[in-house]
């Protein structure tokens, strides 16, 4: 018998919207049955009206930047400047403070139609370096905040172990640090994995972990068979300063020490050689695009047609928070797109739902997710086809309508395991998303 069955109005099945689903919920939260051409709702069954979707994956966050989001936008200023204000925000966390603030910014993505997120983590130890009695308090924090607002998580514990090329750590990155690869492989096995959490390791960017020490994490990844992501060719001085110090770009140093493969993901990709695209589809190194960020922060316009062309698979995320609204990512790959070619249709919506589903969890370490199919994760949103934005457009457009037209707002249910998260626009396990927010948030700058 099955544990709870949903009725979709309208579902999007990968390549097509199928009318009148019947989507049957095992006690194992898997897709046990799947069934079209139903044009009611069976006896019992839970009825879901809009357009039915995997759910999303958010393959790229760093949550405790949701608290920079409004405050950061006046004056001029780069990449680097901003970062500054963010060393701020991230000097106050404590494990309490962070787990507040990542339960309510999970809760959000959840309102938003997202089911897994990729917490970049590296925000380790207490200001100045010290550790923690337990030295994975914070990531800690974040797997159980995951766990509060009902979503999953792949935790990507991150080694930062310097400023620059040959350079410590500054003051605000102490706390990032464990000193050497070996002590951060040595923190990161402490950690455990849960029924909604895996994990996984990052690498934050070739200037943050020094030459010598990218095969002891890439080794780490390799030995789990885990999710490796890594920061890469953000900014052009980054660029710079690796060809200055090893006389190669980023992307040929990670290949040189063994990190890329189809485990490993990109994040932003955004300034390539031709090359480096070379290298990074032949080993099939998957690419994460944060549009909203790399255009919040004028980080520039990645060669995402370029990349995928190549071999590269497409995630997408969030990354900083500007907003927290996949629909609006993948809209924003396209038409960043249509701007530097002045050409339209790069991507069918197909392409974009499948980036922020399929590949996204892909990315994340659950390629059983991100499908509406037997024996898939019973992971799923629904999108409301009847909004002052979706109204109009005949049904069988779902997917275009989604992408095209809807936002975050427009998201109505989110299921994680067969279990509703959100339901009719409201968060099932935390009561008041934006009071959550507001209060974790102000706690930081008290």
Same mark, same amino acid.
């Given at each position: 018998?099955?544990?709870?069955?949903?009725?979709?109005?309208?579902?999007?099945?990968?390549?097509?919207?199928?009318?009148?689903?019947?989507?049957?919920?095992?006690?194992?939260?898997? +897709?046990?049955?799947?069934?079209?051409?139903?044009?009611?709702?069976?006896?019992?069954?839970?009825?879901?009206?809009?357009?039915?979707?995997?759910?999303?994956?958010? @393959?790229?966050?760093?949550?405790?930047?949701?608290?920079?989001?409004?405050?950061?936008?006046?004056?001029?200023?780069?990449?680097?400047?901003?970062?500054?204000?963010?060393?701020?925000?991230?000097?106050?966390?404590?494990?309490? *403070?962070?787990?507040?603030?990542?339960?309510?910014?999970?809760?959000?993505? @959840?309102?938003?139609?997202?089911?897994?997120?990729?917490?970049?983590?590296?925000?380790?130890?207490?200001?100045?370096?010290?550790?923690?009695?337990?030295?994975?308090?914070?990531?800690?924090?974040?797997?159980?905040?995951?766990?509060?607002?009902?979503?999953? $998580?792949?935790?990507?514990?991150?080694?930062?172990?310097?400023?620059?090329?040959?350079?410590?750590?500054?003051?605000?990155?102490?706390?990032?640090? /464990?000193?050497?690869?070996?002590?951060?492989?040595?923190?990161?096995?402490?950690?455990?994995?849960?029924?909604?959490?895996? $994990?996984?390791?990052? +690498?934050?960017?070739?200037?943050?972990?020094?030459?010598?020490?990218?095969?002891?994490?890439?080794?780490?990844? /390799?030995?789990?068979?885990?999710?490796?992501?890594?920061?890469? *060719?953000?900014?052009?001085?980054?660029?710079?300063?690796?060809?200055?110090?090893?006389?190669?770009?980023?992307?040929?140093?990670?290949?040189?020490?063994?990190?890329?493969?189809?485990?490993?993901?990109?994040?932003?990709?955004?300034?390539?050689?031709?090359?480096?695209?070379?290298?990074?589809?032949?080993?099939?190194?998957?690419?994460?695009?944060?549009?909203?960020?790399?255009?919040?922060?004028?980080?520039? $316009?990645?060669?995402?047609?370029?990349?995928?062309?190549?071999?590269?698979?497409?995630?997408?995320?969030?990354?900083?928070?500007?907003? +927290?609204?996949?629909?609006?990512?993948?809209? @924003?790959?396209?038409?960043?797109?249509?701007?530097?070619?002045?050409?339209?249709?790069?991507?069918?919506?197909?392409?974009?739902?499948?980036?922020?589903?399929?590949?996204?969890?892909?990315?994340?370490?659950?390629?059983?997710?991100?499908?509406?199919?037997?024996?898939?994760?019973?992971?799923?949103?629904?999108?409301?086809?009847?909004?002052?934005?979706?109204?109009?457009?005949?049904?069988?457009?779902?997917?275009?309508?989604?992408?095209?037209?809807?936002?975050?707002?427009?998201?109505?249910?989110?299921?994680?395991?067969?279990?509703?998260?959100?339901?009719?626009?409201?968060?099932?396990?935390?009561?008041?998303?934006?009071?959550?927010? @507001?209060?974790? +948030?102000?706690?930081?700058?008290?």
């Amino acid at each position: 018998m099955p544990l709870k069955t949903y009725w979709l109005e309208h579902a999007w099945l990968g390549t097509h919207v199928e009318p009148g689903v019947a989507l049957e919920v095992t006690a194992e939260g898997r +897709i046990g049955a799947l069934r079209t051409g139903v044009e009611t709702p069976p006896p019992g069954a839970e009825v879901l009206r809009g357009l039915t979707v995997p759910g999303l994956a958010n @393959a790229h966050s760093h949550a405790f930047h949701r608290a920079l989001r409004g405050t950061v936008q006046v004056g001029s200023g780069t990449f680097w400047t901003w970062r500054d204000q963010m060393y701020k925000v991230a000097q106050n966390l404590t494990p309490e *403070s962070y787990f507040a603030l990542a339960r309510a910014v999970y809760a959000e993505m @959840a309102l938003a139609g997202i089911t897994n997120v990729g917490e970049f983590h590296y925000v380790h130890h207490a200001p100045g370096g010290a550790r923690y009695a337990d030295p994975n308090a914070m990531g800690e924090a974040l797997i159980e905040a995951a766990a509060a607002a009902g979503i999953r $998580i792949t935790l990507l514990d991150t080694a930062y172990l310097s400023a620059g090329f040959g350079e410590a750590p500054n003051s605000h990155q102490l706390r990032f640090s /464990d000193g050497t690869a070996e002590a951060w492989a040595e923190r990161a096995s402490a950690l455990r994995p849960r029924e909604h959490a895996l $994990i996984g390791a990052a +690498i934050h960017s070739v200037r943050a972990v020094p030459a010598a020490e990218l095969a002891t994490v890439a080794g780490w990844a /390799d030995e789990r068979r885990a999710p490796l992501h890594v920061h890469l *060719s953000e900014q052009t001085a980054e660029n710079d300063a690796c060809l200055a110090a090893h006389g190669r770009t980023p992307t040929q140093l990670l290949a040189d020490h063994g990190v890329l493969g189809p485990r490993t993901t990109g994040v932003h990709n955004t300034h390539l050689t031709d090359t480096d695209v070379a290298l990074l589809g032949g080993t099939t190194t998957g690419t994460c695009m944060c549009p909203t960020t790399e255009r919040d922060l004028a980080d520039g $316009i990645g060669p995402a047609t370029r990349l995928q062309h190549a071999g590269s698979p497409l995630s997408l995320g969030s990354d900083s928070h500007a907003v +927290i609204d996949l629909l609006e990512e993948a809209r @924003a790959m396209e038409l960043n797109e249509r701007l530097r070619s002045r050409t339209r249709g790069h991507w069918t919506a197909n392409a974009l739902l499948t980036a922020a589903t399929e590949d996204g969890h892909a990315a994340l370490g659950l390629p059983d997710a991100g499908r509406l199919e037997v024996g898939a994760l019973a992971d799923f949103t629904t999108i409301a086809l009847d909004s002052v934005r979706t109204a109009g457009p005949p049904a069988r457009l779902g997917a275009e309508t989604a992408v095209f037209a809807a936002t975050a707002s427009d998201v109505r249910h989110t299921v994680v395991g067969g279990r509703h998260v959100v339901r009719d626009g409201a968060h099932t396990l935390v009561e008041d998303v934006p009071s959550a927010l @507001a209060e974790s +948030i102000a706690a930081l700058r008290a």
